[in-house]
């Protein structure tokens, strides 16, 4: 079992280990001329007022729309679950067709989760999703066209082992957590690892035991972004949070230059097999990844003094970037790990 955030010396935080995965990579290199190009894009979007922290939940259909305790017990559901939503190119993809629009991916998912609770399902209940049957969730959860949502048996196992300590141990209720915490945002992190085994994702590295934690991080993210950074949003600390180490915000970092892969690596990518979570490529990618947003902000935040900046917002502009630019994007393989941690 992975030691907790912050309780062992020998272990790295999310931003030191992309310090240290970055400074010790062999297959991928960050290049300042796209770090910069990076954040003079992201500079951009954030003074046209096209992207701030309003944006980050609201302007998304499928996320909720009130900053209430139900929506903390929506968050935590979703993000419990949020890992591997794609197929394979040659695969029918994830789809869900929701108030006559159709979503993929993550936001099928979120789609699937408000079909379910629009017919009166009590699906982000701890009390209901305990004892939920896997023939019920993949039905819940079912993609358009009889496409399930992948993972299934992962899925359920989450959800099974998540209720057991939300009930036994905070009376139900991610709120609780949240509140625990008192408003800061890496002891809900820490709280978050040490409580729910799916959240503690990280790996060896170069000799030192490294942290992601992609998951944990973005639902605290996401707490603070419903609630726009105020009451049971509000973190002192969420400017130490890094970006979301996944498989497509890296395609973004590589679009800009700020990423440069290996022929070695861009060999591996162009089998399309899939690399194993942990392996030396998957870390690399994912670490370099935390490095270079961080690198991006900091140049981003000079460019822009008076307007606060911090990974959160990198990360969702990047994120959104990738889809916004699909057709381009096709030329920057992204790596695929079949895991719970993203």
């Known amino acids: 079992m992975m030691s907790s955030v912050g309780k062992d010396n020998d272990v790295l935080s999310p931003s030191d280990s992309g310090r240290h995965i970055s400074a010790n990579a062999r297959h991928v290199q960050l290049d300042s001329d ?9 500079a951009e979007r954030l003074s046209s007022a096209k992207l701030s922290l309003n944006d980050l939940f609201v302007k998304t259909s499928v996320h909720p729309q009130k900053a209430n305790e139900k929506g903390v017990e929506w968050i935590f559901f979703a993000d419990a679950l949020n890992f591997s939503f794609w197929n394979n190119e040659d695969q029918p993809q994830y789809l869900v067709t929701y108030k006559e629009e159709r979503y ?31 023939e019920k969730l993949n ?3 079912m ?11 992962d899925r359920l196992k989450v959800l099974h082992d998540v209720a057991e300590v939300l009930l036994s141990t905070f009376d139900g209720s991610f ?17 978050v690892v040490d409580h729910f085994p799916c959240f503690r994702d990280g790996a060896t590295f170069a000799g030192r035991r490294v942290l992601i934690l992609k998951r944990a991080q973005i639902l605290v993210a996401d707490v603070w972004a419903l609630f726009e950074g105020k ?19 890296p395609q973004s970092l590589q679009y800009f230059g700020a990423l440069l892969y290996s ?32 690198r991006v902000v900091e140049v981003a935040q000079k460019k822009l003094p008076n307007i606060p900046i911090n990974c959160i917002l990198a990360d969702y502009f990047l994120w959104g970037f990738r889809r916004e630019k699909a057709d381009e994007m096709v030329q920057y393989p992204y790596h695929k790990t079949r895991s719970v941690y993203y």
């Open 139 to 141: 039905n819940l959860l």
């Open 175 to 191: 709120v609780n957590c949240v509140k625990s915490c008192k408003g800061n945002a890496q002891a809900l992190v820490q709280l």
């Open 34 to 42: 796209g770090i910069e190009k990076c954040a003079e894009a992201l």
């Open 104 to 134: 993929t991916g993550y936001l099928a998912f979120c789609a699937a989760i408000n079909r379910s609770v629009d017919k009166g399902v009590d699906l982000t209940n701890p009390k209901f999703f305990k004892d939920v049957t896997e």
């Open 263 to 294: 022929d070695e690596l861009m060999g591996v990518l162009a089998k399309n097999d899939l690399l194993a979570n942990g392996s030396e490529y998957e870390v690399e990618i994912r670490g370099c990844s935390i490095e270079a947003v961080s």
């Open 143 to 153: 993609g358009d066209n009889n496409v399930p949502c992948p993972m299934i048996k």
């Open 231 to 249: 009451g049971l949003g509000e973190f002192s600390d969420i400017d130490t949070i890094t970006m979301f180490a996944d498989y497509r915000v």
